[in-house]
């Protein structure tokens, strides 16, 4: 079982719809909770974090965090075709502060 | 505030050829990270640096891989020999201290093995 695990997509979305990422993690300890956004070639862009269960909202960006299954999603509201990229789930387990990375979710938002 | 600065931008070497890499965090943070990203996969943490002392180096290959943080600023990654599967893009990442800072990603160095 991979620690941090996403679906590698790609999701397709139509403009202006709302994009649901998932992401589940396998360290119960885990306590940080990160999502990055990656165009095709460039490097990790920071987006939202999340400690706390329950939902954090940043513009269109909503972070949802149920420790107890173990899960944290991504909405994309209003999506927008310049929110096609890759997204990037990341954890920081209970020790320390390493951060490690699921896979990615490929995002395509269609005109 | 500037964000953290890595060189070179791409490199192409051939297998047993040497290579470094070179990173400058951002101002004022303590705590430095270097990334493996191979095409389709997310990063993978090699080395952890808190000022000038390492703390995880445990996916660091080091027979072949080294790094250090002379001064607690700037940093270097070096590949000695390099190997076909080296060929990924290599992130620097700082952040402003231990615990749950978020962490932000330089440009990256794209290092093409022949």
């Known amino acids: 079982q991979k620690e941090v695990e996403q679906n590698s997509g790609p999701l397709s979305v139509p403009e202006g719809a709302i994009a649901s990422l998932n992401c589940t993690y396998s360290?119960?300890?885990?306590?940080?909770f990160f999502w990055y956004r990656q165009y095709s070639g460039k490097s990790p862009e920071l987006i939202m974090f999340i400690y706390s269960n329950g939902d954090k909202e940043d513009g269109r960006f909503t972070a949802q965090l149920n420790k107890a299954s173990q899960y944290v999603s991504l909405l994309i509201r209003d999506s927008q075709p310049s929110d096609s990229a890759t997204y990037l789930c990341?954890?920081?387990?209970?020790?320390?502060?390493?951060?490690?990375f699921g896979g990615g979710t490929r995002v395509l938002v269609k005109p | 505030e500037a964000g953290v600065a890595q060189s070179p931008r791409y490199k192409i070497i051939e297998k047993r050829q040497s290579v470094a890499f070179w990173c400058n965090p951002i101002s004022g943070h303590a705590t430095l990270y270097w990334y493996q990203q191979i095409l389709g996969q997310g990063p993978k943490l090699l080395i952890q640096?808190?000022?000038?002392?390492?703390?995880?180096d445990s996916q660091l290959p080091k027979d072949r891989f080294s790094a250090e943080r002379l001064k607690g600023v700037d940093s270097t990654l070096k590949i000695q020999p390099a190997k076909l599967e080296d060929s990924a893009v290599y992130l620097c990442a700082s952040s402003s201290g231990s615990g749950n800072q978020p962490q932000h990603f330089g440009d990256g160095t794209r290092l093409s093995i022949l």
């Open positions: 640096f808190q000022n000038n002392g390492v703390v995880d």
């Open positions: 360290d119960r300890g885990s306590q940080s």
């Open positions: 990341a954890v920081i387990k209970a020790a320390g502060n390493k951060l490690t």
